[in-house]
């Protein structure tokens, strides 16, 4: 530690003071060990991942039941081959089905299946019990909606940010 930063002691991250540096520090560690938590519990219940339940709510939640392979990747905010092992894992069991895109013979479209439904169903209901016990018990109702738009303002600037923001581009 040393020295100072506009007048505030400077942290061990360059360039942030130590109220910064703890509050980012406290919102990763919380953010990690949520996402871990959800996670195991979904993958113990359900045998899926928390993103596996998220894509599968994504198609779930469609109007056709169905989405381009890019739109999933962008959605999950996941690079396009990690959607598609994801796609080929859940395929294999028979959750969802990859098809040729009507509209362009070189798109594919992964659709949810009757059993993808099913089993999506089941695990939501696993994962709002995660998020009810894990995020909003926790805090207070006037808290519980700074935290919901403090992360949509961080998501908002984000999303302005351009391409660069894009996972797995620079």
């Known amino acids: 530690m040393g020295g100072m930063i506009a007048g505030r002691t400077a942290s061990e991250m360059p360039g942030l003071d130590i109220a910064e540096q703890r509050s980012w520090q406290n919102f990763l560690d919380a953010a990690l060990r949520l996402y871990g938590t959800l996670n195991r519990g979904l993958v113990d219940k359900h045998k899926l991942s928390l993103v596996d339940v998220r894509l599968l709510e994504i198609l779930d939640n469609s ?3 169905a989405a381009r392979m ?8 996941s690079l396009p081959s990690r959607v598609t092992r994801q796609i080929r894992r859940l395929e294999t069991a028979g959750l969802v089905r990859r098809e040729a895109s009507p509209d362009d013979g070189r798109g594919v479209l992964a659709s949810i299946t009757d059993l993808g439904r099913e089993v999506v169903e089941d695990a939501m209901l696993t994962y709002a019990k995660g998020v009810r016990e894990n995020f909003l018990t926790p805090l207070s109702r ?9 992360c949509r303002r961080i998501s908002a600037a984000l999303k302005d940010g351009g391409s660069s923001t894009r996972v797995g581009r620079v």
Do not use: F, K, V
């Not at 890019?70 to 905010?77: F, N, P, R, T, Y």
């Not at 006037?142 to 403090?150: C, L, W």
């Open 63 to 65: 109007e056709t039941g």
């Open 70 to 77: 890019g739109d999933l990747a962008e959605q999950l905010m």
């Open 142 to 150: 006037p808290q519980m909606a700074a935290m919901g738009e403090n």
